[in-house]
């Protein structure tokens, strides 16, 4: 297929890499610039919309709107394209993605992604997919070459921003269960690494708790994955859980703790890092 990639972050660059490494022919547009080997770079996000499938992984709906929307992008893309969202978005922009790609005529598939960066450059990424079925299946190449499983969540968008969006919001909880599990326990005389490997070795032996117990353990809170876009990704939850009428107090407990975390100085490392702030604090 003929693939355009809007965003080469970390994550955005291990895609578009297993993209070429799969066949397929790739061009790209990044904000800030730079260059991929194979990858050909274009000089707006309209150039890489003229493709058979476009990939767009950027952080927030902010930077969404701004590279695509404001540029009245869609409205000028090749007849055929389906564009592919892989970003943490909330659900009140999903709502309006949809409506305005079906205003462009243009097909639109919601792919949030579980998996940090080194998850992605092995292409094995869990993709959790939302959109009509024919476009989903268009779009398979793709998926089979960034990701190792793709879960359907329906024909609606939406639902697959909201399963990432709670999947999010559970992994948060567990670091923060982690921590406060930690502050009890060693303060009883229980080792951190020992703790750990009951943990994982009973009760807890998920993928989440196996690469966060590590960074607690070692204290290396450096970014996969920054405190500031958990911090996002929580006020996406807290908003979808007001919008439903639920009321989920863990998620306000986290959420909390994530902002002071942010506040303290500690954004721009990896978001276990509030793990770290839970066990200081308010020791200091």
Known sequence: MDIGVIGLGAMGRAMASNLVAAGHTVKAWNRSGGELDGVTMVASPQEAFQSDAVLTMLPDDAAIREALLEAGVLENAAAGTVHIVASTISLAFSHELVALHANAGVD?????VLGRPDVAAKGELNILAGGSVAAVDRVQPVF??????????????????????????????????????????????????RFFELILGTLFG??????????????????????????KDLRLATEAAEETGGSLPMLAA???????????????????????????????
């Not at 089979?144 to 909201?162: F, H, S």
């Not at 982690?178 to 229980?190: C, D, K, P, R, Y």
């Open 206 to 231: 998920s993928r989440s708790y196996q690469v966060y117990s590590a960074n607690i353990s070692a204290g290396n809170y450096e970014p996969g994955f920054k405190a500031t876009l958990g911090l």
């Open 108 to 112: 639109y598939v919601a792919a949030p």
């Open 254 to 284: 986290v959420y909390q703790r994530m902002a002071e975390t942010v506040d303290s100085g500690l954004g721009e490392r990896d978001w276990s890092v509030v793990a770290d702030y839970t066990i200081r604090w308010p020791k200091g």
């Open 144 to 193: 089979e070459a960034i990701g190792k499983q793709v879960w359907l969540m329906g024909d609606r968008p939406l639902a697959a921003n909201a399963a990432k969006i709670a999947c999010n919001m559970m992994i948060a909880m567990a670091i923060e269960a982690m921590a406060e599990a930690v502050s009890l326990t060693e303060g009883n005389g229980v080792q951190r690494d």
